[in-house]
């Protein structure tokens, strides 16, 4: 009777501690499978974040060809037009020969008015009145015929003064260029987009004005950020050569080795 006692409270204290590991192995399992789902929903949100961040970055690199495209098309077109407009002769210079042909015109009617006034009989006085009268009418007519050619040939020549001065503006720098990613702001897309408008050195940026800086921001798609990150005073001292007061002003802007 007693074995039989203890062989029941042996089973029973088995089975009490087998529902106690079973019931803490059950949960531990539980939470392993909870943990596998979990991984599961991040891998497929990863997988969904990495395909949107490939749509977004074909997206850019198509937008980059197109402006490339357009930038190439805008400076061809720039480069036929000057050539165009300096190949035509100035608007002046086809207005002067009006001006001379004119002059004659004029002075035809007074020699005409001069002949019958010769030819009536008169005394010597009206005679001499009358050839001093159509003399000082055909004067003015030869005076502005004189005058004009010098102001017309003056516009000629201020206007390619101007034409050549913007033309200066425009020519990149001769020689050899500078580093313009020492420059805060200034990366290797971006200096590649400078250099395809032109600009290779520090001195062209710090002689940039406000429609320079208009004209290079509409092409880079910026608003603002020139003068937000000072782009023009970094130039001014790099050109200048004044590294310590460039190193004291912009120190995250790095050094002279800087790639």
Do not use: H
């Amino acid at each position: 009777m007693g074995t039989f006692f203890y062989v029941v409270l042996a089973f029973l204290v088995g089975v009490l501690v087998g529902w106690f590991i079973w019931g803490r192995l059950r949960g531990e399992l539980d939470s392993l499978r909870g943990d596998v789902d979990r991984t599961r929903s991040e891998r497929d949100k990863l997988r969904a974040d990495s395909d949107r961040l490939t749509g977004e970055l074909k997206a850019c690199g198509k937008t980059r060809s197109d402006l490339e495209l357009q930038l190439r098309e805008a400076q061809a077109s720039s480069g036929a037009g000057g050539a165009k407009a300096s190949s035509q002769p100035p608007a002046a210079l086809m207005s002067t020969p009006g001006v001379g042909k004119s002059a004659p015109a004029t002075a035809k009617p007074a020699a005409a008015k001069a002949g019958p006034a010769k030819t009536a009989p008169k005394p010597a006085a009206a005679k001499s009145a009358t050839a001093s009268a159509p003399a000082a009418k055909a004067s003015p007519t030869k005076a502005p015929a004189t005058k004009t050619p010098a102001k017309t040939s003056a516009a000629p020549k201020a206007a390619p003064a101007a034409k050549k001065a913007a033309t200066a503006a425009a020519k990149p720098a001769s020689g050899k260029p500078d580093n313009l990613r020492r420059l805060i702001g200034i990366g290797p897309v971006n200096e590649k987009l400078l250099k395809a408008q032109g600009v290779t050195s520090f001195a062209q940026i710090a002689a940039w004005t406000s429609a320079d800086i208009k004209r290079i921001e509409d092409v880079m798609n910026f608003d603002g950020r020139i003068a937000r990150e000072r782009w023009i005073e970094q130039a001014k001292l790099l050109a200048a050569g004044n590294e310590a007061e460039f190193a004291k002003q912009f120190p995250t802007a790095g050094t002279a080795s800087n790639t």
